[in-house]
């Protein structure tokens, strides 16, 4: 099986992008794995600090791993807005094969002693351990808001090439546009998130590192081919899923007042979510026509 900076490096090289889910149980995580299985495209789990609290970071590690192992799938595990180093190495010993270390909310410079500081200690523990880094105001939350926050900062070209100069890390994860979590009126399908797409190009072409875009749930679908073809590696789905998930276990409920088998209730939740997944990864991985 092939190492996650291999796979990086295909993607970037393809054009396409790698579809990163998050999940806090198993029936998402099976719908996660079943519909990346469906394409034969790989594909990234992950997990927050809350997330892995109630799912456990051990547990985790070990399911996917079993995942991995039975249908020789490319499916990786990533310890989601980590802030702190020792989540990070936690997550790193128990098999995590990447994370994002989110020092975000520091001043810059602090955010790149800490972030550079991570770095170092993950590496050592796993040479291959892939670690992303964030700079710039992508709000909080993947959760459905009432309103967008009043400003989002946008990183600039000269933040993001001096933080990938003196960090070293392997993906950057910058803010162009992007927001983490829904709005009402998305989810009502009369709004959608807009992307900063010439920043993209300008990040991209400054640091040549692996970029990831947070906050993808939402997006209008033009926007994020196009930020994939202008140099985003990973894509973010969360809120998607959840409302999805959220959707379909109210309708499950509604149907049977009397139904109390778990499998049964969940295995609409579980067809929602492969559904959504199964989109989003034939977005992500529709390749570009390249003229002659």
């Known amino acids: 099986m092939q190492k996650l900076p291999n796979v990086l490096q295909e993607a970037d090289q ?3 992008a790698i579809g990163h889910f998050n999940i806090s149980e198993s029936v998402s995580l099976t719908a996660v794995a079943a519909a990346a299985r469906e394409l034969n495209v790989p594909v990234i789990v992950g997990l ?6 109630f799912f456990g970071t051990q547990q985790a590690a070990a399911v996917v791993r079993s995942i991995r192992d039975e249908y020789e799938q490319p499916i990786y595990l990533n310890a989601d807005h980590t802030h702190s180093l020792e989540g990070a190495l936690e997550a790193a010993r128990a098999g995590f094969d990447a994370v ?4 975000s ?3 810059f410079e602090e955010n790149i002693r800490e972030t550079r500081r991570a770095v170092e200690a993950l590496k050592s523990v796993n040479p291959n351990f892939v670690v992303e880094g964030e700079i710039g105001d992508i709000g909080t939350g993947s959760q459905i808001h009432d309103k967008a926050p009043d400003h989002l900062v946008l990183t600039t070209v000269q933040e993001a090439k001096q933080f990938v100069d003196e960090t070293g890390v392997d993906v950057l994860s910058p803010a162009v546009g992007n927001m983490h979590g829904m709005l009402k009126s998305m989810i009502r399908g009369t709004a959608e998130k807009r992307l900063n797409l010439a920043r993209i190009k300008e990040l991209k072409q400054a640091v040549g590192i692996f970029m990831t875009l947070h906050g993808g749930s ?5 926007d994020l081919r196009e930020a994939i073809l202008s140099g985003m590696t990973v894509i973010h789905i969360n809120t998607e899923l959840r409302v999805a998930w959220r959707k379909a276990l109210d309708a499950s409920l509604a149907k049977d007042e009397t139904e109390v088998v778990p ?3 969940l295995a609409e939740p579980l067809k929602a979510v492969q ?3 199964r989109q989003r990864l034939e977005l992500f991985n529709s390749r570009p026509v390249i003229q002659a």
């Not at 927050?48 to 609290?53: A, I, T």
């Not at 994002?100 to 020092?103: A, I, N, T």
């Open 100 to 103: 994002v270390f989110d020092r």
């Open 48 to 53: 927050s600090e809350g997330e892995r609290k």
């Open 105 to 107: 909310s520091l001043p």
């Open 218 to 222: 939402g997006t209008n679908d033009a």
């Open 275 to 277: 559904t959504v997944v």
């Open 263 to 265: 499998y049964k209730l």
């Open 14 to 16: 393809a054009r396409t």
